[in-house]
């Protein structure tokens, strides 16, 4: 009996290929270029399954553009990138990887805001172009990240994990989320408190973005928004692009309304607006929160299994929309 066949929208981990090829026939894109729907549509014809990433939309025309498809298997915990939905109506299986990465990602929105609040990339940029020849009281004053008080929108598992780190900070914690978490997580989140987004906002040190995105959030942060915050404040988002007015960010940072802003993400990314270059208070990174080595191989990994349970007539551990198994 032939293999099913499968697309891997762009190169992962070798072994992890390996381990496909033990079950499918396997089309790998090497190419870096990001592949637009279009292009997507046309490589998934007569494919089963895709193993993508979020840098690739797979919308309702790529999903219609096979109707032997039967799975579509994201390297994220985020799936903004998938029609859930489009996919849902039409059979398709969709997964993505929780939990492997979210310890990895605190760790760097950790990175992130000890940098911005430090200011430690624009100081070594300075240092680099030889500016540094003499002493002074006040070169590269930030603020102080130990005894502030936190504010996380988005108290999910992430969110969490960051909020456990806030401990060895003497920090006070306050979050926002969809709704409130329960209360033995809030206590192991540095009894963590719940309290409206207006109040974060006005009443953070430091506020980090560690929601997923949809379209109910998108621009939750925009000029409004940012003018609460306290003017020494700093802003992280490890989320996702969107969440934030990018060009409201970039207008506030350029008068100063706020401190910093850490940035690993962006609206339209990876050609995010040039604008952001122009800033000295900011720290911006490509999209890496998740990327240490053992947790992108436990990534690629997780949705392999998701991929391989889903067209060996398994059920997919990470499986997004159920309701497409066969009942019983
Ligand atoms: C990924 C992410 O590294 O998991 C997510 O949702 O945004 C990141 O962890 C990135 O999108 C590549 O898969």
């Known amino acids: 009996m032939s293999k099913p066949k499968i697309l891997v929208t762009r190169a992962v981990f070798p072994d992890v290929i390996e381990r496909l090829e033990q079950h499918f026939e396997v089309e790998s894109n090497q190419d870096d270029r990001i592949l637009s729907p279009a292009e997507l549509a046309e490589k998934v014809k007569g494919m089963d399954g895709i193993f993508t990433t979020p840098s690739e939309r797979v919308t309702a025309e790529v999903l219609a553009a096979n109707p032997s498809l039967k799975a579509v298997c994201n390297m994220a915990v985020g799936f903004n990138n998938i029609d859930v939905d489009a996919a849902t109506k039409a059979g398709i299986v969709v997964t993505n ?34 500016k540094w020849q003499k002493w002074r009281f006040d070169t590269f004053l930030g603020a102080d990240v130990h005894g502030a008080t936190l504010g996380i929108i988005g108290m999910g598992r992430i969110g969490q994990a960051i909020a456990r780190r806030s401990m060895g900070f003497d920090m006070k914690v306050v979050y926002h989320n969809r709704s409130r978490v329960a209360p033995e997580l809030e206590a192991r989140a540095n009894n963590a408190q719940y309290v409206g987004k207006e109040e974060l906002l006005k009443t953070a040190d430091h ?57 690993d993400v962006f609206e339209n990314e990876p050609n995010f607006n040039p604008a952001f270059l122009t800033l000295s208070n900011v720290v911006l990174t490509p999209h890496i929160a998740s990327a240490s080595e053992p947790t992108r191989r436990a990534m690629a990994n997780c949705a392999a299994g998701n991929l391989i349970a889903a067209l060996t007539g398994g059920t997919p551990p990470n499986i997004l929309n159920p309701q497409v198994l066969p009942k019983g």
């Open 97 to 130: 990887t929780p939990d492997v990465l979210n310890e990895t990602t605190a760790d760097f929105a950790w990175a992130l805001l000890l940098a911005t609040a430090r200011r430690v990339t624009e100081s070594e940029h300075w240092l680099r172009a030889g």
């Open 207 to 263: 506020v980090i973005l560690a929601l997923p995105y949809s379209p109910q959030v998108h621009h939750i942060i925009g000029a409004a928004e940012l003018a609460m915050l306290k003017p020494t404040a700093t802003l992280v988002n490890i989320a996702r692009g969107g969440i934030v007015d990018d060009a409201a960010l970039i207008d506030a940072l350029r008068a100063n309304r706020f401190a910093a802003a850490g940035l």
